[in-house]
Nanobody, 124 residues
Framework: QVQLVESGGRLVQAGGSLRLSCAASGRTFSSHVMGWFRQAPGLEREFVAAISWSGGSTAYADSVKGRFTISRDNAKNTTYLQMNSLKPEDTAVYYC?????????????????WGQGTQVTVSS
């Protein structure tokens, strides 16, 4: 069992930066692929980024490539999402997710564990 707790979301102006954190419980964190998803009001949850258990492989949605960076620190059981050059369309609840796998996956149905989400609001 893995429990996930996100933090770091807040109101920020367009062009600004935020770093989200996802703290995981459990001693098997390093064996899990970690992903970030987001959901804006009235829209479906969408993939943002994912990282392999070793950190050696990553994947990003086209909409965030070059602006967002996913990373992880297995010693701290924490995954991060560094978000730069934020846009109003990045406004959403951001969710952290985990799946016991060595393969990076990008669809929400493939993830087993989910956090409660953290709100990111980007003002224009």
């Amino acid at each position: 069992q893995v429990q996930l707790v996100e933090s770091g979301g807040r109101l920020v102006q367009a062009g600004g930066s935020l770093r989200l954190s996802c703290a995981a419980s459990g001693r098997t964190f390093s064996s899990h692929v970690m992903g970030w998803f987001r959901q804006a009001p009235g829209l479906e949850r969408e993939f943002v980024a994912a990282i392999s258990w070793s950190g050696g492989s990553t994947a990003y949605a086209d909409s965030v490539k070059g602006r967002f960076t996913i990373s992880r620190d297995n010693a701290k059981n924490t995954t991060y999402l560094q978000m730069n050059s934020l846009k109003p369309e990045d406004t959403a609840v951001y969710y952290c997710a985990a799946r016991k796998s060595r393969v990076v996956v990008t669809t929400s149905r493939e993830y087993t564990y989910w956090g409660q989400g953290t709100q990111v609001t980007v003002s224009s």
